[in-house]
């Protein structure tokens, strides 16, 4: 009797399997997470201080590369200390370093953090993050871009603030490899073996592959399709295609010339060609690439949250974020921006990676909301794909 061979997916689907219910219970499943932690008291009045934990290369950085102005100009204005720590280098590292004291309504060390949308839908189902005072905020409800403000996992937008909203496309050096890319699967020439990356965020490698595959990710795709596209990550990091999966330190590679094409964020590609020459071309694939937004938000064991509310606030004056727009080069969530925009460098109003175009908006497109069942059992076949 011929015994039944096992594929590595089915490998990966039945580890993924055995390990749901830790995983759904990390997750925050009804049932399973326990009672909501309750926000801590503020005792912004008697600590003037506001602690920003972010991303690598998302404030603007003042010659010396030691200094923010716009952070500087805030303590000024407001009297408050700030601390800024760019300590978030993936959404899931960073979420598995502190869930564990947000759980428990612990101070993570910071007042205000800025994971990305789908991370914000998580943390909000768990009642990890406090709920904002709008009166606080007035230059947010003013100037927040009218499509921002209300979004499916954040209504209102009482928890969140859009910090800054990109895109995820595709990148090479031009030098290195002038043919450049059209569409993701141009990642697998023969002759970019060994000098690719890939990004360790699965909602956005895995939803760049499902693209490539010609799947509507907005639409009603499914586990197969998933698992068709995680074939094609598996097959080229096991033959070497892929030299590493990597969150935002893939820059670092980019700079050495160990990788000569990416996935990549489209803010750090312009940063990038600023600091070290006209090296590299960032393009949104053919076959559409991604639109996201990091968004700021108190974790419930802040203490500052109205210091939290008035950095946030200070940071949607137009000529404020136009001045961070300028330095980070990400699209700018602040109605108004465009025109201070002017007063600093009039190219900039043009970039469609700034200021993007209804055209260019056109090329991008967003996940369909996932189950909690899926987003589980998705991140596990990833993570065991990837190898972390």
């Not at 990390?26 to 909501?36: E, N, Q, R, V």
């Not at 952070?71 to 280098?89: H, N, V």
């Not at 909203?165 to 060994?194: C, E, H, M, Y």
């Amino acid at each position: 009797m011929q015994q039944a061979q096992l594929s590595r997916r089915g490998v990966l689907s039945g580890a993924a399997g055995l390990a749901m219910l830790g995983l759904l219970s990390a997750c925050g499943t009804k049932g399973m997470g326990g009672a909501k932690p309750s926000p801590a008291a503020d005792r912004s009045a008697e600590e003037a201080l506001v602690r920003w934990s972010n991303w690598t290369l998302y404030l603007d950085l003042d010659d010396d590369g030691r200094t923010h102005p716009t952070l500087d100009a805030f303590q000024k204005a407001s009297g408050l200390k700030a601390t800024y720590t760019e300590d978030i280098d993936s959404n899931d590292t960073w979420y598995g370093k502190v869930q564990g004291q947000l759980s428990r309504g612990q101070d993570i060390g910071a007042d205000i953090i800025t994971p990305s949308d789908w991370m914000c839908e998580r943390l909000i189902r768990q009642g990890y993050v406090q709920k904002l005072d709008h009166a606080n905020m007035p230059n947010v409800v003013a100037n927040m871009l009218p499509k921002l403000k209300d979004i499916r996992w954040d209504q209102g937008r009482y928890r969140s603030v859009t910090w800054q909203t990109g895109f995820t496309g595709i990148v090479w050096n031009k030098k290195a490899f002038p043919q450049g890319l059209r569409n993701v699967s141009d990642l697998w020439d023969p002759r970019l073996k060994g000098r690719v990356t890939v990004l360790d965020e699965m909602r956005d490698t895995m939803p760049m592959l499902l693209l490539d595959q010609g799947i509507d990710i907005a639409g009603d795709w499914t586990q197969t399709d998933f698992e068709n596209s995680i074939d094609v990550l598996d097959k080229n990091i096991r033959n070497g295609q892929i030299r590493q999966v990597k969150g935002n330190s893939y820059k670092e590679d980019l700079i050495s010339g160990d990788v000569v094409a990416a996935m990549a964020y489209s803010g750090d590609i312009t940063q990038l060609n600023f600091e070290n020459g006209d090296q590299w071309e960032f393009a949104l694939p053919e076959r559409k690439g991604l639109i996201w937004s990091d968004n700021m938000m108190v974790p419930v064991g802040s203490p500052h949250k109205a210091n939290a509310e008035k950095l946030m606030d200070f940071y949607y004056d137009p000529e404020v974020a136009a001045e961070v727009a300028a330095y980070v080069n990400y699209v700018c969530p602040v109605l108004g921006a465009d025109e201070a925009m002017k007063e600093i460098d009039e190219e900039l109003v043009e970039d469609p990676l700034i200021f993007p175009t209804e055209e260019y908006l056109a090329q991008t497109t967003t996940e369909r909301q996932l189950t909690l069942e899926e987003e589980t059992l998705f991140q596990n076949l990833f993570q065991e794909v990837i190898g972390s």
